[in-house]
C-alpha cells in the first residue's frame, strides 16, 4: 500500500472518532431568533429532543464530552450523560469549554432571522454569517469566531484523536458547523449551502 493510501485511512480513522452534536431546541430556536450568547433555555422540545439524540446513540461512550458553557447545550449534554450513566460502562468525563460558546451576534442578537434576512438582503446576511464584514457592530468578527473554534479543534480535540480517544462534542449552530467545514477542509462559500444534519450533527 502506498504511503498516501495509509495516511489517508488514518485520517479517515483519526475523524471517525469525533462526534458533533448540536443542542436542542431553546426558546430562541422556537421563534426563529438570534440566541448567540444569550443563556437561552431548551424548550420541552429540546429536552425530549436531547433525551431521543441519547436513545440513539450506538457503541461505546465517548471518552470525553466537550460542552459550551450556555445552559441549552449543557442541559442536552447532563441528559446525554444521564442515558450512559444508566448503562455499565464508564462515564465519560465531561469538560465545560468557554471557547465552545456560540458567537456573539452584537445587533443580529434576539433578532428574527427572517426579519433580518428581508431587511438586510440575503447577500449581506450570509457574508456577515461566514465572512469578514463590518455589518456586525458589536458582534464578534467571524475571524475571531474562526480562530477560537480552530484553537479548540487543534489544541484540545485534535491531539485526544490521535490517542484514539472518542470525542464528543456538544454545542451550538454555527460552532458545529465551523468545526464540520474545518474537518471537511471545505471552503467558505460552501457553508452557506451546508446542513450540519447530513453529519448527524
Known sequence: MRAGARDERRNAAKWSNLFLLRHGESTCNEVNRFAGTVDAPLTSLGEAQAVRAASQWRGMPPDLIYVSPLARARRTAELLCARVDDTETATPILRVVDRLRERHFGDFTLRNKAFLQRDVGLRSYEQVLYGNSESLPDGESFG???GRILSFLRDEIHPLLLQGKGVLVVSHK????????LVLRMKAEAAMTFDSRTLGC
Not at 174 to 181: A, F, G, P, W
Open 144 to 146: 475571531n469566531f474562526y
Open 174 to 181: 454555527y460552532v458545529i458547523e465551523l468545526l464540520s467545514r
